[in-house]
Structures are given as structure tokens and as C-alpha cells.
């Protein structure tokens, strides 16, 4: 589910930007963090690094009994994740202009769709994922300054997306039938 969140917002993302801009390819490149320098030095445009993946607890209790038939069944809850994207310009100086119009158009297209669903994003059926939401996390300057630091990378002008609750596993999973309470005397 996570993969299939990161090529779907890459994917529209990139439509977007295609769609607004006179961009020949795709002007947004998915980096790996580790190889994030490496990369940088030969993609043009925007970098999207997948920067955390962080729990989400839903519940104090996040499994519950539901009746079936004769007994209970014991279900846990899917697991959900919040994953943070950083979208940010690559390091030529000569490209700054039309990086910072390219990072504008990130901001245009996450504004303009900020909530993923079957209805306005049909390949999500296709993928297992009911929907998902998009929005801009505030940092402060000295929260940004650790983000890049901790990267280990030269900072360049960015933004920073919060993709909320991706669920992974099945509703079904870990099933454990439970007997029925009895009040029957003997």
C-alpha cells in the first residue's frame, strides 16, 4: 500500500505539472534518501524523497470482539500510517527560477487535490487503498534546519507533505474465534 501511495501521488503529481507547464517529462523524481546526492547531481527539476513513515494509533483498543453465529470473533484493526514527503528543487543554481515555478506547481497541485478517493483517483480501487488526504506541514525554521541536517544534505527550497492514514493489512486479518458466553444451568 505504501508503494502504491508513493507512484500515485508521483504519477499525478507529475500530470500536473505536465498539464501547467511546458515540462517535455516528468519534472518531479522520486530519490532514495541514502543515494539522495548522488541522485541530485543528475535529476532536474523536483526531488521527492520519502523522508518518515510514522504509526497512527486509531484507538485505545485496537482490537474488537464482533458476533458471529455461536461465538465472537476476535478482529484486529488494520494497521494505518501517516508518510511525509519532501518535495524539493535540485542544487544547480542555473535552475532556480524554474525549479521554484516547478515547487509552485507541487503547492497548486496538492491545494487543488487534497483528498485521494475512488472517486476522483480511479486506480486506488484497482490498488486496495479507499482513500487518502494531503496536507502541508508547517515547520519551524529551526524544525527545517534539523529535517536537512538529519538528510545530510545541502538545503534547497521545499515543501513538506503529511500523506494521511494509509491502511495496511485486511480488516480480517489475525481472525480468532472466541466461544460464546453460556448462561445455561446444568
Known amino acids: ?92 543554481a542555473s535552475d532556480l527560477l524554474k525549479n521554484l515555478e516547478l515547487l509552485a506547481y507541487v503547492a497548486a497541485f496538492f491545494q487543488s487535490k487534497s483528498h485521494f478517493d475512488g472517486s476522483n483517483t480511479p486506480i486506488l480501487q484497482e490498488m486496495g487503498i479507499e482513500s487518502f488526504s494531503v496536507e502541508l506541514v508547517k515547520m519551524t525554521p529551526s524544525e527545517k534546519s534539523m529535517l536537512w541536517e538529519t538528510l545530510d544534505t545541502p538545503y534547497s527550497p521545499s515543501l513538506l507533505y503529511k500523506v494521511g492514514l494509509i491502511f495496511i493489512g485486511d480488516a480480517t486479518m489475525g481472525l480468532k474465534v472466541v466461544s460464546a458466553f453460556s448462561s445455561r444451568e446444568r
Open 1 to 92: 500500500m505504501l508503494h502504491h501511495c508513493t507512484s500515485t501521488i508521483l504519477s499525478e503529481a507529475n500530470q500536473y505539472i505536465q498539464s501547467k507547464s511546458n515540462a517535455k517529462g516528468p519534472a518531479i523524481s522520486l530519490s532514495i534518501l541514502g543515494n539522495s546526492q548522488i541522485e541530485s547531481k543528475s535529476s532536474k527539476g523536483i526531488i521527492m524523497r520519502l523522508v518518515d513513515i510514522t504509526s497512527v494509533e486509531l484507538c485505545s483498543n485496537p482490537t474488537q470482539y464482533v458476533p458471529q453465529t455461536d461465538g465472537f470473533i476476535l478482529r484486529k484493526r488494520p494497521e494505518a500510517f501517516n508518510l511525509y514527503f519532501l518535495f524539493s528543487t535540485d542544487y544547480k
